[in-house]
């Protein structure tokens, strides 16, 4: 309850509670909105908070399972802090432009991506000096064009399994295109949305800096605490394996030495060899000669 507390402290410091003016809100909104005041909805911190909690468990198990999470976030306040926060936990994300398409026709995307790989190699081992200095440059350009928009997703070898976006309705394409792939949504919704386009929603002010910086913050230590969690168990696995190999060496090492003891005790279980020079015993027959 303490920490709910605390939480909710920090939440209202940072102007998460504060939504749009009363004449663009969403009637969808409505179990989310605490009060009116001077004609801008105020949002019920405990709706948010709750709802925080409950998206932040989701994505940690998501992140757990080693799948990819992608943020999504062009709005200008909120570019470099989701940005950011992706690069800390080694996830996708998107803040400059949303290409259309990009996860629906994800193959046409890889090629434009190892496109700008390849030409990133060219002009780093040196492969490219036997261009002429115009076309070094066009190269460069382009590089740095692609960069910006596929850098985020240069190392996304396959759909993500989830998308986090700061603003559900600034971010509609991306929404749709998730939608329609089936992947799992998660999402800052203001006053003005609809939380039911998203399957986590989060009821917050997705314009003030602080507001979106202090729960993009929140979802990012979840994640991180997910990756902690599924290194710690692979450690584990690794442990236990090398355990088990281990007694196994073991048993194979005492089950050859008992087959080399058994070996030796039917070789001593013999008959006695005769002694070298020895005389040998002639047997006299009993038998008698034939006709006596």
């Not at 080694?90 to 890889?110: D, I, K, Q, S």
């Not at 692609?146 to 759909?159: D, H, P, T």
């Not at 991180?224 to 048993?251: M, V």
Request: hydrophobic residues 35%; proline residues 3%; contains cysteine.
């Amino acid at each position: 309850m303490e920490n709910n507390t605390s939480l909710q402290q920090q939440l209202l410091e940072a102007g998460v509670h504060f939504g749009h003016l009363k004449k663009k809100w969403n009637p969808k909104m409505l179990p989310y909105i605490f009060a009116e005041k001077k004609g801008i909805h105020i949002i019920d911190l405990n709706k948010t908070v709750d709802h925080l909690q409950q998206t932040a468990a989701a994505l940690k198990q998501i992140a757990k399972s080693g799948k990819k999470i992608m943020f999504v976030a062009t709005k200008k306040q909120a570019k470099e802090i989701v940005s950011e926060c992706a690069k800390k936990v080694n996830m996708p994300y998107a803040t400059e432009r949303w290409l259309g398409g990009m996860l629906t026709n994800f193959n046409t995307v890889r090629k434009s991506v190892k496109k700008m790989q390849s030409i990133e190699k060219m002009l780093g081992d040196g492969s490219a000096e036997s261009l002429t200095k115009k076309e070094r440059l066009t190269l460069g350009r382009d590089k740095d064009k692609m960069e910006k928009v596929l850098g985020g997703i240069a190392q996304l070898g396959r759909l993500p399994a989830a998308l986090f976006l700061v603003d559900i309705g600034h971010e509609h394409i991306a929404l749709a295109e998730a939608k329609r792939l089936g992947i799992q949504t998660f999402g800052m919704v203001d006053t003005n949305c609809d939380p039911n386009k998203v399957d986590f929603s989060i009821p917050a002010n997705d314009d003030a800096t602080k507001s979106i910086a202090i729960i993009t913050n929140y979802i990012t230590a979840a994640i991180a605490e997910g990756l902690a969690e599924r290194q710690a168990s692979k450690d584990d696995e690794g442990e236990a394996e090398e355990g088990n190999n281990e007694n196994e060496a073991k048993a194979k090492r005492m089950e050859a030495e008992a087959n080399a003891e058994g070996g030796r005790g039917k070789r001593g279980a013999g008959a006695a060899p005769t002694a070298p020079g020895a005389p040998k015993r002639r047997i006299q027959s009993t038998r008698r000669p034939a006709g006596k």
